[in-house]
Structure formats: structure tokens, C-alpha cells
């Protein structure tokens, strides 16, 4: 089947836009991930949905970072007001539900970059 | 807060040969996970092996096994008949909830 679908690929925008990334996670998956990638950072947790619910939105890096889930399905993560510093690769996994033993399956990121 | 650490930013090996990447990790828990990612240029994590805190036996996957030492809080990964596809970002993460928790990464360089 179909794996987790990230889009889009590259995103090139200027300081200040917002900027909108999309997951598209393994069909039946109901837990949902979002993870930063970059050079300064490494790989840091974001924001986690079980269903529509986000139980866990603590690694949001600011009040410009907001994520949702519709029909349980994809998810949008959404940047305002973008700086220099939110440049990073933005990864999105899904996991048949939460629980430590579920695998996560990643997607293939999208690279943002902010002029 | 749980931590790992990955030593060794970059590791050579050759094709055919075995080489081993290193992982700590800190933490309070005792039910936890334990995983080796390998991130291509293609960016896309891929599971390579899993650990289960609880069980004492090391996990093995064809070519790669791991040296799970629960009490040092080491998890190193040994990938043995090297080929040139093993090129590639390797991830140590840990979970003990749900979110993954990943080291710095190792970058294996493959020499023919």
C-alpha cells in the first residue's frame, strides 16, 4: 500500500509568509507525528495527534507553529510569519495507533527554506 | 528528559566488512524502546531494528544486530557484510511514550 505522502517537497519562501505543509499518513494509521529536522537542532518531536486530538503540542517552537487533523486523516502544519530560523526538513510519520511498540513510518520530508 | 547520544559523527567502512556505530542513552524508565533509523539522501527514515527494553536477547535483522546493554544504557549497532547501500544517516532513537527521542546521527561512509 501507500506510504506516508508529505507535500510538497521543497518549499522556498520569504521571511515573513506563512507557509502551510501537508501529511497524507498510511491509510487505518490513527496516531499521526510531525518532527524537525535541522543542522542546529537534529531530529526534535513537534506536535503528536491520536485521531483529530493533539494530546501533546509541547514541542512547538513558538506560538507561529499550529498543526490540525481532519477526519483523522491528513494533517496541515502551518508556520506564520516564517524566520530565518524555521528552515529545516519537516517530517511527518504515522503509526497504526500511540503506543512505544507501534512503528513509525516517516515520509519523505518537506525541506523549507526561508530567504 | 531522556537522552542519546551518538559519538561518532562519521564512520568509514569498507565493503564486506562489519562495522559497529555506537548509542547512549539516559533515562528513569524501565519499559521503553529502543531504534536504529537509517536515513538515506532521500531523506526517508527507514526502521532498521528495534529493541524491547524488557527482553534481555539482542535483536537481529539479517545483516544488522544490535548490543543491547541495559544496565550501561548502550545500544550499538553492528551491520556486518557491508554493501554499498548501507551508505547513509543512522538515527539511535529511544521511546518510552510516543514521541521518539533521536540522537545526533552517525554518517557511514561504504568504500568499495
Known amino acids: 500500500g501507500a506510504g506516508v505522502s508529505q507535500s510538497p517537497s521543497n518549499k522556498v519562501t520569504e521571511k515573513g509568509k506563512d507557509v502551510e505543509l501537508r501529511c497524507d499518513p498510511i491509510s487505518g494509521h490513527t496516531a499521526l507525528y510531525w518532527y524537525r529536522q535541522s543542522l542546529g537542532q537534529g531530529l526534535e518531536f513537534l506536535i503528536y495527534?491520536?485521531?483529530?486530538?493533539?494530546?501533546?503540542k509541547s514541542g512547538l517552537p513558538s506560538d507561529r507553529f499550529s498543526a490540525e487533523r481532519t477526519g483523522g486523516s491528513v494533517s496541515t502544519l502551518t508556520i506564520q510569519r516564517t524566520q530565518q530560523e524555521d528552515s529545516a526538513v519537516y517530517l511527518c510519520a504515522s503509526s497504526l495507533t500511540r503506543g512505544v511498540s507501534y512503528e513509525q513510518y516517516f515520509g519523505p520530508g518537506t525541506r523549507l527554506t526561508v530567504t | 528528559a531522556q537522552t542519546v547520544t551518538q559519538s561518532q559523527p562519521e564512520m568509514s567502512v569498507q565493503e564486506a566488512e562489519t562495522v559497529t556505530l555506537s548509542c547512549t542513552y539516559d533515562?528513569?524508565?524501565?519499559?521503553?524502546?529502543l531504534f536504529w533509523y537509517k536515513q538515506p539522501p532521500s531523506r526517508q527514515m527507514i526502521l532498521v531494528i528495534r529493541q524491547e527494553a524488557y527482553k534481555q536477547q539482542n535483536a537481529t535483522e539479517n545483516r544488522f544486530s544490535v548490543n543491547f546493554q541495559k544496565a550501561a544504557k548502550s545500544f550499538s549497532l553492528k551491520i556486518s557484510d557491508s554493501q554499498l547501500g548501507d551508505a547513509a544517516m543512522y538515527f539511535c532513537a529511544y521511546n518510552s511514550g510516543y514521541a521518539l527521542n533521536f540522537g545526533k546521527g552517525t554518517s557511514l561512509l561504504v568504500t568499495p
Open positions: 533515562t528513569s524508565e524501565s519499559d521503553y524502546y
Open positions: 495527534f491520536q485521531g483529530n486530538s493533539a494530546p501533546d
